[in-house]
């Protein structure tokens, strides 16, 4: 805990210096009347959403793009640019029906044309996007990724309101791909116009049109005009580019930032400071942290060996006390927020059960055998780390631990030259198959998300029947089935769900936390200075 006094120590210097610069901005001058100001902790790479991958570029384009569908606040697929849709009888033709009153920034009307010019465009090969694989069931998409047409023969515009897609297969999960950063519209004439420079200067028909981009200082975002009460209720949005937790920490308490994620060497003051622990706000995320197992070779090629590991954790301890109480214990990989009807596998299955842990790692002839847990450089990943050690000790196995940078670290567990590690998944869309699919599905051993090396074919059968049925409930069982199963097979220590959270501004109204990026608009939050 001496990094968190340490960090106290440092703010109150740092606030004493602020309060003592009368024209210093930390004490909240120079505010822009109605924007909410908020912080980024790196400049986006791009705002284009062809080529967007980091979280903060995909915070800000939610606010000045729209795609066919979006999330709700409970991850429900709601209409956005399509009013209304329909799916084919074999699942796999879905037509749009665009809304009437939607514009570009630039003024133009939004077509069903501008999205068949989107989605080909980031499957064209010359665009080099990251993100081909959010479009690529479409029928005809891989010979535009090959580069042999320009037109995916999926994709039709029936009329200047109506747009026809048509995957290669049915696909239960589609729509919630269409909700992605990769699905938003742009316009072609100022792709044309800007070329490469479009990221630096977007152009789209969401509530908030880019204002001012310093890069490295800060994005300024202006709400659009609209009839009242139908758009924004702010004027507009700063994001300031802070990279320093304790920076930051002064900004907010100096009245420079409206809201604060909350560093985890902060949380507990904020949550104890009787001036901000009503205003300390949390929401389980879209997460999973974990201890892989690689089951690809001894000892963890054995599903006892994992079981035992399992159960010689006592993970609510860890949680509780080294974590702070900062997320919820898993059950499975799927995060609680995406389980809706559906119920998780039962927690009781792995309780902390260290004597049985033992026996059965002396059953399987492994009493004081070594392995090895890699991690990451992070400070509170190896305090968790060195916790488990101490668990699997006791059980009898001899656990060393190897800190790594990250590049090393990813390469080493990507191909698969580790018995343990340390990581942590977050969504990419909010769907069970999103956990399910990439993390434990054999064509995903190694860099596509199934770094445990885990093989069922009974999993990999289950999970393709539920990507294949657009039926919610069907696919809600067969979820379910998929999840018990891969938990009898452990090839995780499922830990826990982080929870996010965020300290807020006396005079910020209406503040919520959204379960993933793309659904913040910022039409609901509001500012009274």
Same mark, same amino acid.
């Given at each position: 805990?001496a990094?968190a ?13 602020a309060?003592?610069?009368p024209?210093?901005p930390?004490?909240?001058?120079g ?7 908020? #912080?980024?902790?790196?400049n986006p790479?791009t705002?284009d ?7 903060s ?8 793009? +729209?795609?066919?569908?979006?999330f ?17 009888p074999?699942?796999r ?6 809304r009437r009153d ?8 939004v077509t ?8 080909? #465009?980031?499957?064209r ?9 959010v ?5 005809g ?9 320009? +037109?995916?023969?999926g ?6 309101r109506?747009?026809?897609i ?15 950063t ?24 969401g509530p908030y049109?880019?204002?001012e981009?310093?890069?490295g ?30 920076t930051?920490v ?7 930032l ?25 929401r389980?995320?879209l ?10 070779r ?11 590991v399992?159960l010689a ?10 974590y ?21 596998p ?6 902390y059960?260290?004597?049985t842990?033992?026996?059965i790692?002396r ?12 991690v ?19 059980a009898g196995l ?24 340390w ?15 990439p993390?434990f599905?054999?064509?995903?051993i ?26 919610p409930a069907?696919?809600? #069982? ?5 999840e018990?199963?891969?938990v009898r097979g ?8 982080r ?7 006396p005079?910020?109204k ?11 608009k910022?039409m609901?939050?509001?500012?009274s200075?």
């Amino acid at each position: 805990m001496a990094p968190a006094r340490v960090s106290v120590a440092l703010v109150l210097v740092l606030l004493v210096l602020a309060a003592a610069l009368p024209g210093c901005p930390w004490r909240g001058e120079g505010r822009t009347p109605g924007y909410l100001h908020l #912080r980024l902790s790196s400049n986006p790479t791009t705002l284009d959403p062809a080529l967007i991958v980091d979280v903060s570029g995909a915070v800000i384009a939610a606010k000045l793009f +729209h795609g066919l569908v979006r999330f709700n606040e409970t991850l429900d697929i709601v209409p956005d640019a399509a009013q209304t849709w329909t799916l084919s009888p074999d699942g796999r033709t879905y037509t749009f029906r665009l809304r009437r009153d939607m514009t570009f920034s630039n003024g133009r009307e939004v077509t069903a044309g501008d999205f068949r010019f989107s989605f080909e #465009r980031i499957l064209r090969p010359a665009t080099r996007s990251p993100i081909t694989w959010v479009l690529d069931r479409i029928a005809g998409a891989r010979d535009v990724m090959a580069g042999t047409t320009d +037109h995916a023969s999926g994709i039709r515009v029936i009329d200047d309101r109506t747009l026809a897609i048509t995957l290669e297969r049915p696909f239960g999960p589609f729509l919630s791909l269409l909700g992605m950063t990769a699905a938003y519209a742009v316009p072609r004439e100022e792709i044309e116009r800007l070329g490469q420079d479009f990221g630096t200067h977007p152009v789209g028909s969401g509530p908030y049109a880019m204002k001012e981009w310093r890069h490295g200082q800060r994005i300024v975002l202006a709400a659009r005009p609209h009839p009242p009460d139908e758009g924004p209720r702010l004027q507009g949005i700063i994001y300031r580019v802070i990279p320093e937790d304790l920076t930051a920490v002064v900004e907010f308490e100096t009245g420079g930032l409206d809201v604060l994620p909350v560093p985890a060497t902060e949380y507990r003051r904020y949550t104890a400071d009787p001036r901000w622990r009503d205003r300390v706000f949390g929401r389980p995320g879209l997460n999973c942290y974990y201890l892989g197992l690689n089951c690809s070779r001894p000892p963890f090629d054995d599903v006892r060996v994992r079981r035992a590991v399992n159960l010689a954790i006592d993970r609510q301890r860890i949680l509780d006390t080294i974590y702070e109480k900062r997320g919820v214990l898993a059950a499975g990989p799927v995060p609680p927020p995406l389980r809706k009807d559906f119920p998780p596998p039962d927690p009781a299955g792995y309780p902390y059960d260290p004597q049985t842990a033992g026996q059965i790692i002396r059953d399987a002839g492994l009493a004081h055998a070594k392995i090895s847990i890699l991690v990451s450089a992070e400070p509170e990943v190896l305090d968790i780390v060195e916790v488990i050690q101490y668990y699997l000790k006791r059980a009898g196995l001899e656990a060393e631990i190897v800190q790594l940078d990250w590049s090393a670290f990813k390469e080493r567990i990507n191909r698969g030259d580790a018995d343990a590690f340390w990581l942590s998944w977050w969504a990419d869309y909010p769907d069970p198959e999103n956990f399910l699919y990439p993390l434990f599905h054999s064509a995903n051993i190694g860099p596509a998300g199934n770094r445990t090396r885990y093989r069922d074919e009974a999993v990999d059968r289950i999970i393709e029947r539920a990507q294949g049925t657009a039926d919610p409930a069907e696919r809600r #069982r067969l979820y379910r089935d998929a999840e018990d199963r891969i938990v009898r097979g452990a090839p995780w220590v499922f830990m826990w769900h982080r929870t996010d959270y965020f300290v807020v501004q006396p005079w910020v109204k209406d503040f919520r936390i959204y379960p993933i990026y793309s659904v913040d608009k910022g039409m609901d939050i509001t500012v009274s200075k």
